[in-house]
């Protein structure tokens, strides 16, 4: 019988496309389940909670993975320095859970929460992590149009086109823009997200925060359903996937 475990991993996302397997590009999925099949010696496939663009980090990202023998994971420790030796430094697996066979990375998570990075003086050491702008945008305006954006569900005005999902719908729970020391930062948070839906809602505020649209336009743009409305999606290079959330286990 197979024992199931979930997997906790971060991982600089600059050289990969994405996280998910696919012909004649690297991802991260590809590049963990090559290092687990190596350490635990079987055949390993994990299932992520979701996929991330090329170029986009996570800060937190969990998978699950289904193994026969389970009797390595009695020293912990040793196998994360195993699996962690073998992976590239850029992926680093941080913990990993037995949890219940009908455990499920992807379907079982309740809430998922981005980060996308702005500054606006010309860093060497933000390169890659954060986009560079020349202007800094009205975070007062933006932040009047991401109550606009919380009333609503449908965001097919936001979703990359021709991808295979069975509905748009999606509850957003938190979006803000904050200030930082050096840059301003968008927080979004919600129970699933369409492909390109972050880089297509910041590229969209951005134009509010440079007053080419008012807030109000968010509401026909939405309502439009239509993603040649609303803006461009702005570089990979900004965003993260901070945090995963799952029921509490009894």
């Known amino acids: 019988m197979k024992q199931r475990y979930f997997i906790e991993l971060v991982y600089n996302g600059t050289n990969y496309h994405g996280w998910q397997s696919q012909h004649n ?12 099949s190596t350490v635990l010696r079987e055949p390993v496939e994990t299932v992520g909670c979701g996929r991330t663009d090329t ?3 996570a800060k937190e990202f ?5 193994v026969v023998d389970g009797s390595w994971f009695i020293d912990h420790g040793t196998l994360l320095r195993s699996i962690n030796s073998v992976l590239p430094n850029d992926i680093a697996v941080k913990r990993i859970i037995p949890v ?17 990075h702005i500054h606006f ?36 005005c936001f979703s990359k086109s021709n991808t ?20 301003i930062v968008f927080h979004i948070s919600a129970d ?9 809602i910041v590229g969209t505020l951005l134009m509010v925060g440079h007053k080419e649209i008012e807030p109000e336009a968010l509401r026909d743009i939405i309502q439009s359903k239509n993603r040649s409305n609303a803006g461009a999606s702005v570089p990979a290079c900004g965003l993260y996937l901070t945090r995963v959330e799952y029921p509490p286990t009894s």
């Not at 590009?25 to 687990?36: D, G, H």
């Open 25 to 36: 590009a690297v991802s991260v999925q590809e590049v963990l389940n090559k290092a687990l």
């Open 100 to 116: 219940d066979k009908n455990a499920h990375a992807r379907f079982d998570a309740i809430l998922r929460s981005y980060e996308y």
């Open 192 to 200: 699933r997200f369409l492909r390109n839906m972050v880089r297509a």
């Open 55 to 57: 170029g986009v980090h």
């Open 62 to 66: 969990f998978a699950h993975f289904d």
């Open 164 to 183: 295979q999902v069975k509905t748009n719908n999606c509850k957003i729970s938190r979006a803000e823009w904050v200030k930082t020391d050096d840059g």
């Open 121 to 156: 003086e010309k860093d060497p050491f933000k390169n890659g992590y954060s986009w560079l702008l020349r202007d800094m945008p009205d975070l007062d305006l933006m932040n009047k149009a991401t109550k606009i954006l919380m009333a609503y569900t449908d965001f097919s």
